[in-house]
């Protein structure tokens, strides 16, 4: 095996632990594979193992990729979108991670319906000051879901967060909770995916309720570039 099949296979074995711990089964865990700064062929290797959704953080570094790989595999878009740059978003990305504004949503809608397309998005709440400074803050996610609702080329299938980074991942445990007490309350159209947990605490995420992970370094090694 490859490292990287290898570590795909530890990492779908702690998945299914930490799954059984909140009681449920690792199909209900949906592994998203961070690729950003890997390269096509390894990303080739993942998919040939098990990998079925990859996570991207720039629109034209996945676009070079998935010019490539094309789509045997869901392309996410899990980093800050540029208003200017959801035209090309819509075009590949199935999940846009991270929607967190209404001028976004918008946009995203408008270049989606020009493309008879309806495009899949969470929305990213801001659950921690220190670990991004993108996100609608958690008072306002569900008004925000309630406002965003209606858009045409639009549909909401969630909520994504990121717990700051805390040498012991127990400590990121409120931040996972609080999440998972907001999408709890979202309609049920809207409350499917709870996309949260990444390489450093995914373990305690999936035991606050993530069914949805986002893993780069423990897939790919550390980052380089
Ligand atoms: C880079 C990134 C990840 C993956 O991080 P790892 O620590 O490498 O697993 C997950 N989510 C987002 C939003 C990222 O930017």
């Known amino acids: 095996m490859s490292d990287i099949a290898e570590n795909l296979s530890r990492i779908k074995e702690r998945i299914a632990q930490a799954a059984a711990r909140a009681g449920r089964s690792v199909e209900s865990v949906k592994l998203v594979a961070v690729t950003k700064t890997v390269d096509a062929p390894r990303i080739q290797e993942a998919i040939a193992a098990v990998v079925t959704d990859i996570g991207e953080n720039y629109v034209q570094e996945a676009e070079t990729k998935w010019r490539e790989i094309g789509d045997s595999a869901n392309w996410h878009f899990i980093g800050h979108l540029q208003r200017n740059k959801a035209r090309a978003a819509v075009r590949f990305f199935s999940l846009i991670q991270s929607v967190d504004s209404l001028d976004l949503a918008k946009e995203i809608g408008r270049r989606a319906a020009n493309l008879e397309k309806i495009q899949d998005v969470l929305i990213e709440v801001r659950i921690s000051e220190e670990a991004t400074k993108f996100g609608v803050v958690p008072e306002k996610a569900l008004s925000f879901a309630g406002e ?34 907001i999408w709890d309350k979202l309609p049920e159209e809207q409350r499917l995916y709870l996309s949260m947990g990444m390489t450093a605490d995914f373990e305690v995420a999936i035991e606050e309720g993530a069914n949805m992970v986002r893993i780069g370094t423990a897939i790919f090694g550390p980052r380089t570039a």
């Open 148 to 181: 965003i609702a209606g858009i045409e080329g639009l549909r909401v299938l969630g909520m994504m967060g990121m717990a700051p980074f805390l040498p012991d991942p127990e400590d990121s445990r409120p931040y996972f909770a609080a999440l998972r007490k």
